[in-house]
T-cell receptor, first 112, second 119 residues
Framework: GQQVMQIPQYQHVQEGEDFTTYCNSS?????IQWYKQRPGGHPVFLIQ?????EVKKQKRLTFQFGEAKKNSSLHITATQTTDVGTYFC????????????FGAGTQVVVTP | EPEVTQTPSHQVTQMGQEVILRCVPI?????FYWYRQILGQKVEFLVS????????KSEIFDDQFSVERPDGSNFTLKIRSTKLEDSAMYFC?????????????????FGSGTQLSVL
């Protein structure tokens, strides 16, 4: 089946720096969602992207959906310690509801 | 803000035993799910439930697993004859049925999970 690949697997970031995590697929994605999971916590919905080339911002977070809908990225500016956690992208299916295929996630560690 | 609640937070069981994981989805949500996450791995879909029946299930969700909505608020996952490889964090989730501006948005709300350890 379709695999959603995320890179990097780990990201160590100095507080105040920017970083980007990527989500790639060999086939066209339906919609892409991003979730954040704090250490020991549960996934929390961040955003859903639908349209080719779509860009959405949430404060310091910028989400993009590729023109071919085969990749997506999450860019965080001026990283804070509260950004610690694992960021997952998830592909949705057009003919189902809530059956998400998660990527392996990018684990982010922030150094003060 | 409404939350999905799960009990227990931790469950330890002997291999071969049956366990029931319990969830109370958000009250006005229509879709309910079980996902699991083996330590350090990605979140995996198990089953979705809508209108009192299973909507979809993954290859993981075999005859060992069953779900039930015994009343108007609870949603349970039963695992029969547990195996060592069933050890994982099991997340319940629910979602409303939303089409803002004609676009479906499958926003899942996850509970805090039940950590199942099979010994």
């Amino acid at each position: 089946g379709q695999q959603v690949m995320q890179i990097p697997q780990y990201q160590h970031v100095q507080e105040g720096e920017d970083f980007t995590t990527y989500c790639n697929s060999s086939t066209t994605l339906s919609n892409i969602q991003w979730y954040k999971q704090r250490p020991g916590g549960h996934p929390v919905f961040l955003i859903q992207l639908v349209k080719s080339g779509e860009v959405k911002k949430q404060k310091r977070l910028t989400f993009q959906f590729g023109e071919a809908k085969k990749n997506s990225s999450l860019h965080i500016t001026a990283t804070q310690t509260t950004d610690v956690g694992t960021y997952f992208c998830a592909d949705t299916k057009p003919d189902s509801w809530g059956k998400l295929q998660f990527g392996a996630g990018t684990q982010v560690v922030v150094t003060p | 803000e409404p939350e999905v609640t799960q009990t227990p937070s931790h469950q330890v069981t002997q291999m071969g035993q049956e366990v029931i994981l319990r969830c109370v989805p958000i009250s006005n949500h229509l879709y309910f799910y079980w996902y699991r996450q083996i330590l350090g791995q990605k979140v995996e879909f198990l089953v979705s439930f809508y209108n009192n029946e299973i909507s979809e299930k993954s290859e993981i969700f075999d005859d060992q697993f069953s779900v039930e909505r015994p009343d108007g608020s609870n949603f349970t996952l039963k695992i029969r004859s547990t195996k060592l490889e069933d050890s994982a964090m099991y997340f319940c989730a629910s979602s409303p049925f939303e089409f803002p501006a004609g676009q479906k948005v499958e926003k899942l709300f996850f509970g805090s999970g039940t950590q199942l350890s099979v010994l």
